[in-house]
């Protein structure tokens, strides 16, 4: 950790001891510490210092846990400067078993998130996927914001980095007509955004605790389809989810759509290993 963010910790916290880095921060300095009695984890901004990025975390962490249903690290404090970048403090999450009982409510507890309903698509601030800036511009009809504010801007991106040929990249048009079409017209609810295996665990009381969130109200599949990306998160989640929330016709089909926006992320982020899943989908629904 370095000492300005010490510095910044122990005048809010007091003294703080056993302090270690922690493993996967992508975007951020992730460390764990103990003050007051408390373990607690404190995230560092990296870069560029003036792209909110953890203010962004934060708003979403504290939208989710106004929502009373999933469970959500409490943010503990924030600070951002231009010099020194931005640093979020939250309580810590300790490791419990992720068991049948526990990934069954867990499961139900994603779905109640998902029946909340919301007017508008989007959010009022923008804010990341990954290291990627995620537009989050509010509109009425979930197609044309899932185009407009989702797959238009990964594609063109890719498209401008030489990683996606041009004659797999649908017109505008192409990409309105089909998700039209497929994605129809649900209901906009919080999600989570970015719900993959890394961004959520169970905690020593059996509940699910979910992380770093890519907060937006979208439709809920969404979440689902990022769970089942890479392996899903097993039989039991997906059984309490759907006692909750039943799964609506056509579930299937909108999976892979859903997940290309996260396949061009991190054919963004990580390179061309991602290109042959991106194209299939692309081929699959626009050809």
């Known amino acids: 950790m370095e000492q300005q963010w010490r510095t910044i ?68 404090f924030y600070h951002k400067s231009s010099e020194e970048g931005e640093l979020l403090v939250t309580n810590f999450i300790e490791s419990g078993s992720k068991t049948t009982v526990s990934l069954r409510e867990f499961g139900r507890d994603l779905a109640r998130l998902h029946q909340v309903e919301v007017p508008l698509f989007g959010w009022t601030r923008n804010n990341f996927i990954g290291a990627l800036p995620q537009s989050n511009k509010e509109q009425k009809d979930w197609s044309s914001f899932y185009v407009e504010e989702r797959l238009a801007p990964q594609l063109q991106l890719a498209q401008d980095k030489g990683l996606l040929p041009s004659h ?76 909750v929330l039943p799964e609506a016709a056509g579930a299937e089909e909108r999976r892979d759509l859903y997940q290309l926006y996260y396949l061009l992320v991190h054919l963004n982020m990580f390179g061309r290993s991602y290109l042959s899943s991106v194209a299939a989908i692309l081929q699959r629904y626009f050809a």
């Open 9 to 76: 910790l122990e005048q809010e916290f007091g003294t703080i001891q056993n302090w270690q880095a922690l493993s996967g921060g992508d975007t951020s300095g992730v460390y764990k510490f103990v003050a007051s009695d408390s373990l607690l984890v404190a995230k560092t901004s990296s870069g560029n210092h003036n792209r909110d990025l953890l203010g962004a975390e934060r708003d979403g962490l504290q939208v989710l846990a106004a929502t009373k249903t999933v469970l959500v690290p409490e943010v503990l």
């Open 168 to 243: 797999l990249i649908p017109n505008e048009d192409k990409l309105h007509q089909v998700c039209k079409t497929i994605l129809g017209s649900p209901q906009a609810s919080p999600i989570h955004g970015d719900l993959w295996g890394g961004n959520y665990l169970i905690n020593p009381q059996g509940q699910g605790v979910v992380i770093d969130p890519s907060f937006y109200h979208g439709h809920g599949e969404v979440d689902l389809a990022m769970s089942r990306l890479f392996g899903g998160f097993g039989p039991a989640f997906y059984a309490g989810y759907h006692e």
